[in-house]
T-cell receptor, first 115, second 113 residues
Framework: EPEVTQTPSHQVTQMGQEVILRCVPISNHLYFYWYRQILGQKVEFLVSFYNNEISEKSEIFDDQFSVERPDGSNFTLKIRSTKLEDSAMYFC?????????????FGPGTRLTVL | AQKVTQAQTEISVVEKEDVTLDCVYETRDTTYYLFWYKQPPSGELVFLIRRNSFDEQNEISGRYSWNFQKSTSSFNFTITASQVVDSAVYFCALGNAGNMLTFGGGTRLMVKP
């Protein structure tokens, strides 16, 4: 069964460094998402992406964040200058296309630790 | 603005007991989507069910059942004859037209042998 994959599973970085989190969505899916979950808290929406542009973004997704689909398979989240409060689990999700029937399938997550 | 409330932060039951996880949502959208996800200790988010706002039919899948009531803006989840493997955090989520999901705070279910 096809699944969303994410790399790395755990990333440790120093405050102020740039990080890129990578996701490979399910191959015939058209809509892509990033969410984050601070330890012990709820899952929060960051951004949605369709047809090579951002569809929606939350207040969390400020100028420090960017997303890209650099080729036909990868979907990346870049944090330009990490802060301590960016430490969280980051989930990528994808969905096929019909919002009335489709479901977002989530990857296993990347745990980001900012020191 | 969309909001999902899971009032039960933690529930503890003994194996074989039935348990219901509550979910109440708020939205001004006339079309919306409701979901339940399971997050086991390993951390991934596992899809369980979705319901569209225009489909109030309840659903049963094995030991799992869901009760969608538009009149009370609730989408409750019942596990019958709970098992230790059901121990996890369960999230209810509300999707808008773009399928941006708003999650509730989650309910941690502990099933003791």
């Amino acid at each position: 069964e096809p699944e969303v994959t994410q790399t790395p599973s755990h990333q440790v970085t120093q405050m102020g460094q740039e990080v890129i989190l990578r996701c490979v969505p399910i191959s015939n899916h058209l809509y892509f998402y990033w969410y984050r979950q601070i330890l012990g808290q709820k899952v929060e929406f960051l951004v949605s992406f369709y047809n090579n542009e951002i569809s929606e973004k939350s207040e969390i997704f400020d100028d420090q964040f960017s997303v890209e689909r650099p080729d036909g398979s990868n979907f990346t989240l870049k944090i330009r200058s990490t802060k301590l409060e960016d430490s969280a689990m980051y989930f990528c999700a994808s969905r096929k296309g019909d919002r009335h029937t489709d479901t977002q399938y989530f990857g296993p997550g990347t745990r980001l630790t900012v020191l | 603005a969309q909001k999902v409330t899971q009032a039960q932060t933690e529930i503890s039951v003994v194996e074989k007991e039935d348990v219901t996880l509550d979910c109440v949502y708020e939205t001004r959208d006339t079309t919306y989507y409701l979901f339940w996800y399971k997050q086991p200790p390993s951390g991934e988010l596992v899809f369980l069910i979705r319901r569209n706002s225009f489909d109030e039919q309840n659903e049963i899948s094995g030991r799992y059942s869901w009760n969608f009531q538009k009149s009370t803006s609730s989408f409750n989840f019942t596990i019958t004859a709970s098992q230790v493997v059901d121990s996890a955090v369960y999230f209810c989520a509300l999707g808008n037209a773009g399928n941006m999901l708003t999650f509730g705070g989650g309910t941690r279910l502990m099933v003791k042998p």
